[in-house]
């Protein structure tokens, strides 16, 4: 007899899942891994899913989670990543004949600047309070900011079992499978240590988990989850991704410091005055953003990996304006508003913080498109489209038909290289951002 469908989740009973065979293994060059033993695992099997939704466990709290940034190096670039939660869920099907509601996650990556990778994770808490990944959509840029390839993307249900991506209440030696699909995606997790303390944005975190992940090439990293963010720190053999902020984790309840919002007037003064070749004034917006970054950090309130993207461009910045280097400065003056953009989410709405990252795309957009860098272009169109997604929803109906058309006709441009246009679209499209209002 199959299970009931209860409440909003799925099945009413615990599901066992379907392990892969040692033919499977062997088939897909898994064999020779050393793997965790069955009596070591805690994901063999799905509790119900009764509120899905509804995601309590402090490791992962990726229902509270409205948004994060990560930042590292891959390869010796810089890495940085905005995590958010998307405003919607998504039907899923497990067991069999039986649907589970699951968060949408955003994930969005960028080395060196430049778009390179996006996912949308599907999560859902069960009710013993282990949390399951039920699948993602990948999509992977490259070079010339166009999708490379999407074959990391899985679904439970059409490609697989889910995979557990965090234990209700993790012990040493415990393991699971945070990726369970050979030949297509493999990742098993063994938890080393738990209840450590870690050092956070804003101070000592205690109560963190570390995992030992091995992956499909039989390498190891380490991976640590922090209660009131999740995924915290993840190091391997090309880089590192650590937790800089997260809200409403981070959040402060306090207004703006007048030093951010002079950081960001700066910026904006810059950047005109450096498109109009008016360099005494960029000079003097310069040295205002240098004034108010150097009184910011007295205040003991920077997230410690949040100050290298500032300091970094700050100091390209007044090098550029100093040499006049209208292209290299005018990046500059974007990359110091996005960095300050980081800051400020500690102060606002994630929403309103997104808004503007989205204007200042369309900056980066006409920036590049008067350089002729086409692969950098498509970037930031794709750039703009994720970004959108993130406060579309908060927008007044006629405002979200306005920006998809222009976006739609941004996109078009773009796919016929035609550069002026795209400047031209770019310019539109960034005057409609500039008048948009949230919804309260």
């Known amino acids: 007899m199959a299970a009931s469908c209860r409440g909003d989740g799925g099945s009413s009973q615990s599901t066992p899942i379907p392990q892969p065979t040692a033919a499977q293994l062997e088939a897909s060059g898994l064999a020779k891994l050393p793997l965790a033993p069955d009596s070591k695992r805690v994901d063999l099997e799905t ?31 810089p890495f940085h990543t905005e995590t958010t939660l998307l405003p919607y869920t998504r039907a899923l099907e497990w067991p069999a004949g039986h649907q589970v509601e699951a968060l949408v996650s955003q994930y969005v990556a960028f080395l060196d600047g430049r778009i390179q990778e996006v996912a949308l994770d599907y999560y859902a808490q069960a009710d013993d309070g282990s949390v399951w990944y039920l699948g993602e959509d990948v999509f992977d840029y490259d070079e010339d900011g166009l999708i490379a390839f999407t074959t990391d993307s899985w679904t439970t249900g059409q490609d697989g079992p889910p995979a557990m991506i965090m234990p209700a209440h993790p012990k040493v030696g415990q393991a699971f499978r945070t990726e369970n699909i050979p030949g297509l995606v493999f990742e098993e997790v063994t938890v080393k240590t738990v209840g450590k303390t870690v050092p956070g944005p804003a101070g000592p975190v205690q109560g963190a988990m570390v995992g030992s992940e091995l992956h499909d090439d ?7 989850f922090a209660p009131g963010y999740g995924e915290f720190l993840t190091r391997d053999t090309d880089g590192v991704e650590a937790m800089a902020l997260a809200v409403p984790t981070d959040a402060l309840d306090e207004s703006l410091p007048p030093e951010l919002e002079r950081i960001s007037k700066g910026a904006d003064a810059a950047f005109e005055a450096i498109r109009t070749a008016k360099w005494k004034e960029a000079s003097a917006a310069t040295d205002a953003i240098t004034a108010a970054w150097d009184g910011y950090p007295r205040r003991g ?36 508003a996005q960095a300050n953009l980081d800051l400020e989410l500690r102060y606002g709405s994630p929403d309103e913080i997104d808004l503007a990252r989205f204007e200042l795309w369309t900056r980066q957009t006409v920036v590049d498109s008067a350089a002729g860098r086409l692969g950098a272009v498509s970037g930031d169109v794709a750039s703009l489209e994720w970004t959108r997604d993130r406060f579309a929803d908060r927008l007044d109906p006629a405002d979200v038909s306005q920006i998809n058309r222009e976006l739609l006709s941004l996109r078009e441009v773009e796919v016929d290289k035609d550069l002026a246009a795209v400047s031209k679209a770019a310019g539109r499209l960034r005057a409609t951002a500039a008048s948009l209002e949230l919804a309260r």
């Open 218 to 224: 039989g390498m190891r990293s380490d991976k640590v």
């Open 301 to 336: 309130k920077v997230p410690p990996r949040l100050q290298p993207p500032v300091n970094a461009a700050v100091k390209a910045l007044t090098k550029a304006v100093a040499a006049r280097q209208r292209d290299p400065a005018q990046i500059a003056a974007i990359d110091v």
């Open 47 to 77: 509790p119900p899913f009764t509120h899905p939704t509804k995601v309590t466990n402090p490791l992962f709290p990726i229902s509270k989670l409205e948004s994060a940034v990560l930042n590292g190096t891959i390869d010796g670039k």
